[in-house]
């Protein structure tokens, strides 16, 4: 059974930072494709950040040089350091992870087949 739990999300003011954690269990994230998607209020959902099993990385516009994905293999958690932040970028986040391997690192929620419960973030 495979399970993400997210983690660090609260209220910050604009300008500050958060890191987001996303536990794994019954899935191992060396190997994987993962991401992080947000949705705001009245929003659609839309990808943040993704990274492949080697390690490449891909981001939304929106975000790029602000917020950065990582991954612990040895904690088996995936991360994303966000800083800078705008009240734009208050939303739920969501951890997403794919059954199977693809090259390429990628923010298509349909690549997606794992999603955690999400975790909120607000930015005032």
């Known amino acids: 059974h495979v399970q993400l739990v997210e983690s660090g999300g609260g209220s910050v003011q604009a300008g500050g930072s958060l890191r987001l954690s996303c536990a794994a269990s019954g899935y191992i994230i060396s190997r994987a494709n993962m991401g992080w998607f947000r949705q705001a209020p009245g929003k659609e959902r839309e990808g943040v950040a993704a990274i492949n099993g080697p390690g490449t990385t891909a981001y939304g516009d929106s975000v790029k040089g602000r917020f950065t994905i990582s991954k612990d293999n040895a904690k088996n958690t995936l991360y994303l350091q966000m800083n800078s932040l705008k009240p734009e970028d208050t939303a739920m986040y969501y951890c997403?992870?794919?059954?199977?391997?693809?090259?390429?690192?990628?923010?298509?929620?349909?690549?997606?087949?794992?999603w955690g419960q999400g975790t909120q973030v607000t930015v005032s």
């Open positions: 997403a992870a794919r059954a199977g391997f693809m090259t390429w690192a990628r923010l298509v929620q349909n690549d997606y087949h794992y």
